[in-house]
């Protein structure tokens, strides 16, 4: 019987230094990883990548930290020939990398549009495709986009833009990679209680959108909380394989869709 469960595994996180990505790190390393590889994007996060390194090692885990900036299609590349040097074809794959521009559409520049689109859309193909090539068969790849992809919202025109096509690229993945046992799917949780959010939002946003979800009043800030990310990841690259080809909006019914 094919061994659906992360014991033994060796895992790849794009953005796995820290936030979610950091959590999804120290998580599988405590459900027996075997080797998990953190990537992350640039110097400001090299010391976060090195805790998270250290705590997956102390959790029993093997792991390396390597940086690249992401939006070139030969760093992806060059990405996963490091870890597959490293620790061997990758079993698991996720993909947690993303920007939030919060602008007017009508004032948004060619430039901030350029750079979105590399980092939400550009990077997701990519990860995909040398993902498609290097994860071993049964795999799975899972990607983090986001549940304004459900919403009817102003202001995130080039955010939820610029991950929409994440769905088409999922759809498409999982159906090519099926044949070898490989599921793909994505997930989009509400506005999480991270750097990334509040850098974004003024504070009356922020009150909106804590108290914008069905269960806000049972979250610890009103926001979607990283470790309620976390079990759903895991699933769905372990017992919940069968599921492929789905984007899964997990927000406590902040947008439906």
Not at 108 to 134: H, P, Y
Not at 191 to 218: C, I, N, R, V, W
């Amino acid at each position: 019987m094919t061994n659906r469960s992360i014991t033994g595994k060796t895992v790849l996180i794009a953005g796995g230094g820290k936030n979610l990505g950091g959590l999804i790190a120290r998580d599988f390393a405590a459900h027996g990883a075997k080797a998990i590889v953190v990537h992350f994007n640039s110097a400001a996060t090299q010391a976060a990548a090195a805790e998270t390194v250290a705590a997956v090692k102390a959790a029993g885990a093997d792991a390396i930290a390597i940086q690249a900036d992401l939006t070139s299609a030969n760093a992806m590349e060059d990405l996963f020939a490091k870890a597959t040097a490293a620790f061997g074809r990758p079993d698991i794959a996720i993909n947690t990398v993303g920007k939030v521009l919060k602008k007017p559409l009508t004032e948004t520049t060619e430039a901030e549009f350029d750079e979105m689109s590399a980092v939400n859309s550009k990077t997701a193909f990519f990860f995909l495709k040398e993902a498609g090539k290097a994860v071993n068969d049964n795999g799975a790849v899972c990607t983090l986009v986001t549940s304004l992809l459900g919403a009817f919202t102003p202001f995130y025109a080039t955010y939820a833009g610029t991950k929409a096509p994440v769905e088409h690229f999922t759809r498409a993945a999982s159906k090519e990679f099926g044949a070898r046992g490989i599921s793909v799917t994505a997930i989009g949780p509400g506005p999480m209680d991270t750097s990334f959010f509040y850098g974004q939002e003024t504070p009356e946003a922020q009150a909106y959108h804590k108290s914008a979800a069905a269960l806000s009043p049972f979250s610890k800030t009103g926001l979607t909380d990283i470790e309620d990310i976390v079990p759903w990841v895991r699933f769905l690259v372990t017992e919940g394989w069968w599921m492929t080809g789905q984007t899964i909006l997990v927000n406590g019914g902040y947008t439906t869709k």
